[in-house]
């Protein structure tokens, strides 16, 4: 708000002194005053909007936590994640090490990380996982819908009816809504779909 407040202020006044610099005589010095008091406010707005740029912006593996999204490759995932070194996540990753990767999911996801996800109520929680590695990667691209599920959570068993595919749990009390892609063989496969489908429905 204040960034702003300044930049209408800088604009005003290097207006102003435009319009000054220009009337009558000494227009060589007043021309000089001008620049040298626009290059000092545009000097400071920088300092003052560098902040408010940088904050909550993506660190060096790719998580912008902030937003809730992370857009890195597999191994950047790893080793932001994980905390292993370049050349072990390069190892561990495989094919998929050079992978794009992109996630995103919702607050209740990261409360359910910070609670152990022992809220017996439950949670509303989701994340979008989708991979790409077909250029410089596996050759293969997917596409993930999971989210939290009572049925996961009780007794393993999604509560959702598999329209494709066969229905499953993954990591404990999630139900895989969405799992679908094609291999390196560019044949498209449907590993499964609920039904409903929608984040909501959970």
Known sequence: ??????????????????????????????????????????????????????????????????????????????????????????????????????????AE????????????NGYQAWTDNEWNGRANGSGEIWHYKIAWDRGCADSGTPSGAAEKGAAYCIWGPFAMLQSQGSGSDNVHYWDVLLKPAGYGAY
Not at 77 to 82: F, H
Not at 109 to 116: C, F, Q, S, T
Request: proline share 2%.
């Open 109 to 120: 996801w990261d409360r359910g990380n910070a609670e152990g996800w022992t809220d017996p």
């Open 1 to 106: 708000m204040w960034n702003l407040v300044y930049l209408i202020y800088i604009i005003f006044w290097i207006c102003n002194s435009l319009i000054n610099s220009l009337k009558g005589g000494g227009e060589y010095m007043n021309i000089k005053k001008f620049l040298a008091g626009s290059a000092a406010s545009i000097m400071m707005l920088g300092i003052t909007a560098i902040p408010a740029f940088a904050a909550g912006g993506f660190d060096q593996y790719g998580y912008n936590d902030t937003a809730r999204i992370f857009n890195g490759t597999g191994s950047s995932w790893c080793q932001g994640k994980l905390h292993w070194s370049k050349a072990v996540c390069d190892a561990y990753m495989g094919i998929y090490a050079n992978d794009k990767l992109v996630m995103k999911w919702n």
